[in-house]
């Protein structure tokens, strides 16, 4: 039989209550097809910083290399803690895993489940995917500040965009397209205003398209997009951004599909040379934290995308039709946690 070694970053805030959850659900699923499946539980975030003063050593990053894939929680301090620079977890850790192991598919589906409520009142058939671009655009963190503190401080943060880094996700865009019914995508950027980034873009998909016949694309600019994103949501069906573009658009996806609670994402290394790793959308949720009341179900969907990624798409359809069914008989009902992952996990057994 298989087996599968997954290592597991539960991290901060509501991370160790939704991941376990998704524990649950990932070892029912797993051993209803015989599949052996082991756990490394791996201590990382703003907690473990404050105690031992590790956002991720070049020792813990080579462990987590072993694994076949990483399944994370949130991590990151809650705004008003002083005790914790801003960002420097989400940099040191959480981006610094996204780079170092070469996560250059951030992908993010959106998909409004029926029985679910959307804010909108004529949401449509909402399906689609986001494919954030992971390793480049300003997360790179080549900006710089100059004159600090002073009237005359500059502060930079340089979007990086490489040909190679372009070419490789918005052919992973194509492909995805190519494989779904309705075989479309759409650029977004800013091209009237980031120019060479946004050419650069432009250029490649165009390039890209011509080795995609059946697949029709068009382009938006970012603003505009997100008009759409509210009006005419079903118009979408594979998206591709860069990093920044991705992390707003995926919010506000998640927004019009029922909420946060319900978004999942993987950070993918396509080509397969290091772990890829999934997780929610959303973040560390200090303002809920540890009172059961988040809903585990974007990172039980996050270990659904897991499983697909490591060649258990079966499985990973059934907890999705799980989570389907679960999410269509929630109106009203108040439910913790666990309660949820119980259920989920029932139904994939
Ligand atoms: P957030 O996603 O943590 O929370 C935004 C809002 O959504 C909050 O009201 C929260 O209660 C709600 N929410 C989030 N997840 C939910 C769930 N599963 N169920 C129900 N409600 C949920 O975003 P934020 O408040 O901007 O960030 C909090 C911290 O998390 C910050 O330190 C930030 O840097 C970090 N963060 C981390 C990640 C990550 O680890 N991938 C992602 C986003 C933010
Ligand atoms: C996300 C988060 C991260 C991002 C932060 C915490 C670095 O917002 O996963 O969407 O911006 O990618
Ligand atoms: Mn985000």
């Known amino acids: 039989s298989k087996s599968i070694?997954?290592?597991?970053?539960?991290?901060?805030g509501i991370g160790p209550e939704v991941i376990a959850e998704a524990v649950k659900v990932l070892r029912a699923a797993t051993a209803a097809v015989d599949t052996e499946l082991s756990l490394t539980e791996y201590k990382l975030g703003a907690e473990h910083w404050l105690a031992?003063?590790?956002?991720?050593?070049?020792?813990?990053?080579?462990?987590?290399?072993?694994?076949?894939?990483?399944?994370?929680?949130?991590?990151?301090?809650?705004?008003?803690?002083?005790?914790?620079?801003?960002?420097?977890?989400?940099?040191?850790?959480?981006?610094?895993?996204?780079?170092?192991?070469?996560?250059?598919?951030?992908?993010?589906?959106?998909?409004?489940?029926?029985?679910?409520?959307?804010?909108?009142?004529?949401?449509?058939a909402i399906d689609f995917v986001v494919v954030r671009e992971g390793t480049e655009g300003p997360y790179v963190g080549n900006g710089g500040?100059?004159?600090?503190?002073?009237?005359?401080?500059?502060?930079?943060?340089?979007?990086?965009n490489t040909a190679h880094g372009v070419e490789r996700l918005v052919r992973d865009g194509f492909r995805r397209a190519n494989e779904r019914s309705r075989k479309h995508l759409t650029l977004v950027h800013k091209h009237n205003v980031l120019v060479h980034a946004g050419h650069l873009w432009k250029r490649t998909?165009?390039?890209?398209?011509?080795?995609?016949?059946?697949?029709?694309?068009?382009?938006?600019?970012?603003?505009?997009?997100?008009?759409?994103?509210?009006?005419?949501?079903?118009?979408?069906?594979?998206?591709?951004?860069?990093?920044?573009?991705?992390?707003?658009?995926?919010d506000l996806a998640a927004a019009v599909t029922g909420g946060i609670g319900l978004a999942a994402s993987g950070n993918i290394n396509m080509d397969h040379t290091a772990p890829s790793m999934f997780e929610p959308v959303h973040g560390s949720a200090p303002d809920i934290a540890g009172q059961q009341k988040a809903d585990p179900t974007a990172?039980?969907?996050?270990?659904?995308?897991?499983?697909?990624?490591?060649?258990?798409?079966?499985?990973?359809?059934?907890?999705e039709q799980a989570v389907e069914h679960d999410v269509a008989t929630r109106a009203g009902a108040t439910r913790t946690t666990a309660e949820i992952g119980d259920a989920i996990a029932a139904a994939v057994s």
Request: hydrophobic share 45%; no cysteine.
């Open 205 to 250: 998909v165009e390039a890209v398209a011509a080795e995609y016949p059946e697949v029709t694309h068009d382009y938006l600019h970012v603003d505009a997009a997100m008009i759409f994103l509210v009006t005419d949501p079903s118009r979408f069906d594979v998206i591709v951004t860069d990093n920044l573009f991705g992390d707003i658009i995926t």
């Open 52 to 124: 031992t003063g590790e956002t991720l050593s070049a020792e813990t990053l080579e462990q987590l290399r072993s694994h076949d894939a990483i399944l994370f929680g949130a991590v990151g301090a809650a705004p008003g803690d002083t005790r914790i620079p801003s960002g420097l977890i989400e940099r040191e850790m959480l981006l610094k895993l996204r780079f170092s192991l070469d996560h250059y598919v951030n992908l993010r589906p959106s998909k409004l489940y029926p029985g679910v409520p959307s804010p909108l009142a004529n949401p449509g």
């Open 299 to 319: 990172a039980i969907l996050s270990a659904a995308l897991l499983l697909q990624h490591l060649g258990l798409a079966g499985q990973a359809a059934r907890i």
């Open 5 to 12: 070694n997954v290592a597991v970053i539960p991290g901060d």
């Open 145 to 160: 500040a100059l004159r600090t503190g002073t009237p005359h401080e500059i502060a930079t943060e340089v979007s990086v």
